[in-house]
Structure formats: C-alpha cells, structure tokens
C-alpha cells in the first residue's frame, strides 16, 4: 500500500451558543474562523481524513499539498516512524512548530485512519485498546454569557449528564477579580460533586494568575489549563508550588520536545497533547508515553473531541475528553451522526479507524475558496 494523493482544503463555519441568540463567526476565540480538512488517497483506495486548527490555516493546505505530498507520495501509510522521519528530515529540521506541525497533524491522523481501515480496527485500538470509552467535560463557560446565563448553562449541562464543566478565563474586562466571581457562580449552581475547570488560553501573567488561583483555591478547582503566557515552563512551576490547584498545559505545542520541557520543569499535574496540534497520534503517543514514567495523566485540551478520543480510550494514562460546543458543531456538520456523550461518556465507535463517515455536502457548505 503506497499514497498517492494529499488534497487539503480550508473551511469555517459559525456555531450557535446555548442560551444566547444568533450565531458566532467560527467555532471558538475570536480568531478561530478557519480549519484545515484532508483527505490521503492510496493505491489501495483506501482514503483517510484528518484536520487540524486554524493557525496559519492558508499556509498549512499549501504545506501539505505542495510539500508534503512530494516527500511522502509512494511511501506506506502504515511506516509511521519513516514518514515522520522524512519529513522532520526534508521539512523540520530543527523542530520549528507551526506550519509544519499542524500540517504533520492533518497528515497523520490520516494515515492512522488509513491504518485502522485496512486492518479493521479503530486507531483507540491501535494505539492500545486500554478502553473503549472515556469520560467527557464540556466547555461551555463562553465570555458571552453574563453571571446568571452562566449558571443556567451549568446547570444545562449537567442535567445533561456532564459531571466536569470548564470555563473560560483571562477574557472578561473586570479582569481575574471578575473571573473568581464567575467560577463561583458555577460552583453555586451546580454544587460540590461536579469538577469544574478554568482555562486562560495563555493569557495570564503570574502574578494575575496567582491572584486567581488564590481567590478560587476552596472552589475545589480540578485543574487550571494553560495559565500563563507562552506556557512559559519555569513560570508555570512556580505558580504550580504556590497553589494547591492542578495546572494543566500543552494542548497547543508542536512537538514532545516542547512537552518535554513542562515535564522536566514539573512545571503540570495534568499534561495536554492534542493530535490536530502536537504532531498527530503519533507524538501523541510518544508524549502518553512520556508522561506515563512520571506518572502524570493526559487529558484532552484544545478540543476536537472525535479525534482526541482515540488517544484518551486507547492508551493507558488516557483521561478526560474535551467536548467543546464549537469544535462539536464542526464536527456535527462535516460528518454524518458522529457519536456523542450519553451520561457525559464519549463511546468509541466499532467502525475501523477514526470512525467517521464525511459528510460531503456539510464540508463544501463550510469551503473557503478565495
């Protein structure tokens, strides 16, 4: 089995928010607008998908169609070491993140379906059939919400079945002050026994950060995701011994290098590689794998829910899946009956590889072509 062919295109959508009217231009922060879609066709006919986020969207479909197909065209799909191999050889070097990252993503999360469909199992099962579940949280805590639409969301969702909310920070104009306000809100509503999580996209600095922390500290926090600028490590283990509540982080790095750091600086309690972002399923094992000798668990970050499951069922250190109502909406319209929790617990389904069936008229609804 060789590839043949790598056609990528670029999308955007808008989703709707529960409880506020009208829609939102993308599917989640201001600046996530695009997607990247992609399909690698073999000799075989076998044909896989893959996506990844918005970052450098243009530049990530003329990556793997111009550069990557020409270094990976006549290769086996299933020698996933040799293509990474190749291509941090001819494209990445020296390990840069961006451009080449989110396209080694779209590609290889690809070639995991491919693997999967071929031998009929799932990629979950591939990377190591550790479960044929995993328990779901939902990011809901949009900065659209005032304090009393943010507790009718919470308790929305948990009458749907979730048990583990998070929540947007790092946003609001009345600063982290306004934030502890808001978790507490949250708590309020739907009480002691549901975990909650906060998530400042990078947008802290330490010192902000230390306020929150210390001003939600007996809100029982569950974790704390990426919290500071530039997930900057030395800064995250500071923080991380000044505060009993958990920091998570790693969602959006390039590659386990990276990753490596915020292990090294025990600088996390709760690591977060994320195939769309990090290099595929392929550096997302590698990172589980990493994290497994220092006995940390990985949880999903950055959403995209119906890729990621696959990493948080199948491999052994596996935890939480990130259902994010922006990505879930992507999701819903570019594929057919794609699975969702029942009682907060995403089921992986018994259909080879990733599971998904394209919906070919929901991606060219969602098809930038200028």
Known sequence: MKIKDIRASLHT????????????AGYGREEQKLFVFCEVETDEGIIGCGLTGHFLAHSVVVALEKHFLPVVRDMDPRDIEAIHQRVFSKLNPRAMTGTVSMALSCLDIALWDIHGKHVDRSVAQLLGGNKTSA????TFGFPQYDRDLLAEAARMHVDKGFRALKTVVGVDKGGWREDAARVRVIREAVGDDIDIMMDANYLFSPVEAKMLCRAVEDC?????????????????ADLRASTRIPLAAGQMEGHRWRLRELVEHQAV???QPNCTYCGGFTEVRKVAH???IYNLPIANGGGWPLFNMHSMAGLMNGWLVEWHLGMVSVGETIFVDPPSPVNGILTI???PGLGLTIDRDGLERTR???
Do not use: H
């Open 13 to 24: 959508t808008s989703i709707e928010i529960p409880l506020i009217e009208g829609k939102v």
């Open 135 to 138: 328990p779901a949280y939902v």
């Open 220 to 236: 029982n926090i569950t974790w704390f995701e990426e919290p500071l600028y530039q997930n900057d490590a030395r800064a995250l």
């Open 269 to 271: 309690d709760i690591l």
């Open 290 to 292: 990493l994290a497994q």
């Open 349 to 351: 389904p018994d259909a």
């Open 368 to 370: 930038v072509t200028a």
